[in-house]
């Protein structure tokens, strides 16, 4: 097969894991920087231009795209799907999971286990918002963040209409959501691919914190699912239209809940930590899927 990595950076762990395990498997791939594209949008023959270039013959893309790239890295993988491209993950499924409100909105339709949580435009509903995640403590979150970077634990009530009314001030959108207190500052990334969880790590926090990102200091290994964490993270994906996800679960009380579910996740923690050869599960998969064409979008809305 012909595949291209969209990806803006070579040189990162991912991106030349994939290309090396598309390599191995005696795949032509490259490595296209998707916002070095421009494109031809024309019915009768779509195409997608890189440097000058035509990208023609291409069987698959494998996009990788950055958080704050969502606008144009998905309208470059809607082309690739114009011209027939089979994507790894389609540009709707990618759209779907990056705002962080809806995906929690798709997957509770779904009935799957999320922890409580409240989303008000106005400031006037603090007080609201604070009682329908059950008061504090409670969990303040960035509708755009990534890393830990703007999630918040307010223990007390003060301290959550203090923070709420912060993140208001500056114009930015959050969640209101129900703190898990007995995940015990960790979490579990279920590396799904195909449908299947092919991967897991529990990620645990530095002491004292209660985030669980390793960019925070948290530390990560392998973990074996119940079989319950498992579904849920295969029907989260699914939910999502995500063929290859990153499903964050949290251990709670009432089972597991999800945090997010990422369309780009990282390879390196979750190689590192299990010792399994994730980017060849997804070659492998593509290879499976592509030749049978273009994926049906599976999720709505
Ligand atoms: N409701 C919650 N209860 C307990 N812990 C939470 C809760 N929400 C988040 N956390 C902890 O905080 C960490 C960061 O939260 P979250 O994953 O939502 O944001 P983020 O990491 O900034 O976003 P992204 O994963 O997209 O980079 C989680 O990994 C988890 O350990
Ligand atoms: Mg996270
Ligand atoms: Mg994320």
Redesign the pocket.
């Known amino acids: 097969m012909k595949i291209a990595i969209l990806s803006r950076d070579g040189g990162l762990y991912s991106t030349r894991r994939l290309r090396d395990a598309a390599r191995e498997r005696g795949h032509e791939v490259r490595v296209v920087d998707y916002l070095r594209c421009y494109m031809d949008i024309t019915s009768h023959r779509p195409r997608v231009l890189f440097q000058g270039e035509d990208l023609v013959g291409i069987d698959a893309v494998i996009p990788r795209i950055g958080?704050s790239q969502t606008f144009y890295g998905t309208a470059v993988v809607r082309q690739f799907e114009m011209m027939n491209v089979f994507p790894c993950n389609e540009s709707t499924a990618i759209s779907r999971s990056r705002d962080k409100l809806r995906c929690l909105q798709l997957l509770s339709r779904a009935g799957i286990g999320l922890?409580v949580t409240g989303f008000s435009n106005s400031a006037k509903d603090i007080g609201g918002l604070i009682d329908l995640v059950g008061g504090a403590p409670l969990?303040v979150?960035l509708l755009e963040?990534?890393?830990?970077?703007?999630?918040v634990l307010a223990e007390n009530r003060k301290a959550a209409e203090a923070v709420i009314e912060a993140f208001r001030g500056l114009k930015a959108d959050i969640l209101v959501?129900?703190?898990?207190?007995e995940?015990g500052?960790?979490?579990l990334r279920c590396f799904v691919v195909g449908g299947r969880v092919v991967a897991a790590m529990l990620?645990q926090?530095a002491e004292g914190e209660?985030?669980?990102?390793l960019h925070r200091g948290g530390q990560a290994a392998k973990v074996k699912l119940t079989p319950e964490e498992r579904s849920t993270a295969v029907r989260s994906a699914k939910e999502m239209g995500l063929n290859v996800a990153g499903v964050?679960l949290?251990r709670s009380n009432h089972g597991p809940v999800v945090?997010?579910v990422?369309s780009s996740p990282g390879l390196e923690g979750i190689e590192a930590a299990t010792g399994v050869d994730v980017a060849g599960k997804i070659i492998e998969y593509l290879e499976k899927a592509a030749p049978k064409g273009t994926a049906k979008d599976k999720a709505k809305g």
């Open positions: 958080a922890p969990v979150k963040g990534t890393q830990g970077v703007g999630v959501q129900e703190f898990i207190k995940a500052g960790a979490d990620r926090g209660f985030r669980s990102n964050d949290l945090m997010e990422n």
